[in-house]
């Protein structure tokens, strides 16, 4: 089911055009990544959605529902919305900057303390030692996980996230984007993200959608515009040196592995991608490993002459 | 180190405040004898006066001060002993006064001098100094200068300064000297209520339309270079023109003279610092907030009412002590063109030539703007204590 439309978008400045004539379509419950250097027009492409960029030229629907038909601020209400630096209210309380929607809304004051602690919970910070602190009071990447928090609060179908993770440093960053993983498995949130960073969209993207100087050059999933870019400047993004690494890290080794083999010394768990069950194998030594599921029992084997075939270009 | 520690170094503005007194005790009068208002009177050293019995205590006490200045570190102590010093300072005059008034007399006259005005000043900063190491919370701030009012207020109502020429110069004008207290306070609170009625909006719609930010900052920097004595005048023709060609405006009080210019140039005065102000505090709000609030769905009413208000309501704060402690001593220059306040006596005093009547105008008028400023000062705080 199609979560959003964009029908020929275009955005102009003046004589400048930021987006240019940009359609694509956004399935419910996947997570989008916008890709592209800075001013390639992604982030302007994602605020003309939830409409703080008005949109110059074309269509955007959300949910069916052409976005300049709903009224502004109930149309960005029913979008969760959280951007780099997080734009925490800083005279506001953890507790009232993650209740603004809800209030908004007129939820009754039960329903939105429940809610509250529940999002702190998910967000694993407790909620007796964070509700009441100020964002002041927090660190970068508790400051990040209370905006996103925030933005979830009123339980929206879509979120729109611009840069989420850009000023958190990587071994937070690994962290939070795997925490945003969990979290839109759990909730079937659709998600759009802008970022500028490859290795982000090809972690956490469902499809990945390529933008250059105002110009949608690709939207597909990671393996395709891995394996066929659709422009040079895709596949220049991509970067050529460890194409295979990449494929490879796209592809479950659940999927790819063989039938299950006796004798096999060293044993990898099945949730591995090919990237790393290789480099765990040249790592051990190995040349063949058995492959098991969660409860340790063999499900199948790989060699790794199987995994360097894998790798291969089609 | 234990040598280094032993040996304490001396509190330099403790030094600096010490010389000054001793100075200003030594070749200062500390009080003028006049045979009436107007007469040039006889200077009195303060040693000159021993052995009156509260000079050899102000002399004690001064002596204990300066010790404790220099060398006490505890600021509590040195807060009470300037305290006690303060005290009997006032008390020192105002008995030397009485001492020295001819029984009977009602024509003479006892101002207080150079050196009696520096004590005062040097044992005020080193009250200042002592709280300021003391570090008391915002509102203990606004108690103290409570305690202090009413520690003058007492001593002025015990009749312990009735003799003094200050008070002489009250007692004839009591009655006058309230409606301008009040008048004066009516004109530096009511321009800046309405400073900030029209500021307020003026310095939003600045921080909005950016084109009419220069042209209004401008404008409003161009009244605040004209003297305000220049700017009075120049409201009494135009206003006068008014009042006699539009009988509206006449029926609601407006006039050449009195209070319409003079609050009129008040307003005009006051705007720069609101308007500014305003406009800094909104540029101060992080854009990122302001977007989260526009993404997240709260109207434009609600982002400045709920987000950008607050958040630049201390620097605005800061806009608005500004105004009040400048209005309030701009008052006084309104009394020139009938706007009353305690300019009135300024005036009257200058044309007189009687000093002591000049002093009943200017200390109330430190004393308001003295005042106000410390209470503002600790709502600011106050308030940036809360939000940081």
């Known amino acids: 089911m199609t979560m959003i439309e964009i029908r020929n978008v275009t955005k102009r400045y003046g004589a400048a055009t930021v987006v240019d004539k940009v359609s694509m379509c956004v399935e419910k419950g996947s997570i989008t990544v916008i890709v592209g250097t800075s001013g390639s027009g992604k982030s302007t492409l994602m605020r003309m959605i939830n409409r703080l960029v008005p949109i110059t030229e074309g269509e955007i629907f959300v949910g069916g529902q052409n976005v300049i038909d709903v009224p502004v601020t109930e149309l960005r209400r029913k979008i969760g919305y959280a951007i780099q630096g997080h734009g925490l209210f800083p005279h506001r309380t953890v507790a009232q900057n993650i209740a603004t929607v809800p209030q908004l809304l007129d939820w009754d004051s039960v329903r939105i303390a429940k809610r509250v602690e529940e999002l702190l919970g998910l967000f694993n910070l407790d909620p007796a030692t964070f509700a009441d602190k100020y964002p002041h009071q927090l660190s970068g990447g508790q400051q990040q996980r209370v905006g996103v928090a925030r933005a979830l609060a009123a339980e929206p179908e879509l979120l729109l996230m611009d840069e989420p993770f850009g000023a958190l440093d990587p071994v937070i960053r690994g962290k939070a984007q795997d925490d945003l993983l969990a979290i839109q498995k759990q909730f079937g949130t659709t998600v759009i993200l802008v970022t500028h960073d490859m290795d982000e969209a090809f972690h956490l993207g469902n499809h990945i959608a390529v933008m250059s100087q105002g110009k949608l050059l690709q939207c597909s999933t990671p393996e395709k515009i891995l394996t066929e870019p659709a422009d040079p400047f895709v596949q220049q993004l991509t970067g050529t040196s460890d194409r295979a690494l990449k494929l490879m890290s796209l592809l479950p080794l659940k999927e790819s592995m063989e039938p299950a083999k006796s004798g096999l010394a060293y044993a990898l768990p099945q949730s591995l991608s090919l990237r790393d069950a290789l480099a765990e194998m040249i790592w051990q030594g190995v040349d063949e490993a058995a492959v098991q599921d969660g409860e340790k029992a063999p499900v199948g084997s790989i060699s790794m002459s199987r995994l360097l075939e894998l790798g291969r270009k089609a | ?388």
């Open chain 2, 1 to 388: 180190m234990e040598e280094t520690s032993a040996v304490r170094r001396l509190d330099r503005l403790g030094v600096v405040l010490v010389a000054g007194g001793i100075a200003a005790t030594a070749l200062m009068p500390f009080i003028y004898v006049k045979a009436n208002r107007i007469a040039a009177g006889k200077p009195m050293l303060l040693t000159q006066l021993f052995p009156q019995p509260s000079v050899i205590i102000l002399t004690a006490l001064l002596l204990h001060t300066a010790f404790a200045t220099l060398f006490l570190r505890n600021a509590l102590a040195r807060l009470a002993i300037a305290t006690l010093c303060l005290a009997a300072l006032i008390a020192a005059i105002g008995l030397v006064s009485t001492a020295a008034t001819p029984p009977g007399s009602t024509v003479a006259r006892m101002t207080p001098g150079g050196g009696f005005w520096v004590l005062f000043a040097v044992i005020g900063l080193i009250i200042s100094d002592a709280l300021v190491k003391i570090r008391l919370a915002p509102w203990m701030r606004v108690a103290v200068l409570a305690a202090y009012t009413a520690l003058l207020f007492l001593s002025l109502s015990s009749g312990l300064l009735d003799s003094l020429s200050i008070m002489k110069e009250f007692s004839t004008r009591a009655p006058q000297f309230r409606t301008e207290a009040i008048s004066h306070l009516l004109l530096a609170l009511g321009s800046l209520a309405i400073a900030i009625v029209l500021g307020l909006p003026l310095g939003i719609l600045c921080f909005w339309v950016p084109k009419l930010r220069a042209v209004v900052l401008q404008g409003l920097s161009l009244i605040q270079t004209i003297p305000s004595l220049a700017l009075f005048g120049l409201l009494m023709l135009p206003l006068g023109y008014l009042a006699t060609h539009v009988p509206l405006a006449a029926d609601i009080g407006v006039r050449g003279i009195g209070t319409a210019p003079s609050l009129i140039a008040l307003v005009l005065y006051s705007l720069l610092p609101i308007v500014a102000n305003t406009v800094v505090g909104l540029q101060g709000v992080d854009p990122s907030v302001r977007d989260a609030a526009a993404g997240m769905g709260l109207t434009r009413r609600q982002i400045l009412t709920g987000i950008d208000m607050p958040l630049a309501f201390p620097v605005i704060l800061t806009g608005i002590r500004i105004v009040l402690v400048q209005a309030i001593g701009m008052v006084t220059i309104a009394a020139l063109i009938g706007g009353g306040g305690f300019g009135i006596f300024i005036f009257q005093g200058l044309g007189q030539t009687a000093m002591d009547l000049v002093l009943l105008g200017a200390v109330p008028t430190v004393f308001f703007a003295f005042s106000s400023a410390v209470i503002l000062d600790a709502v600011i705080d106050s308030i940036r204590g809360s939000a940081a």
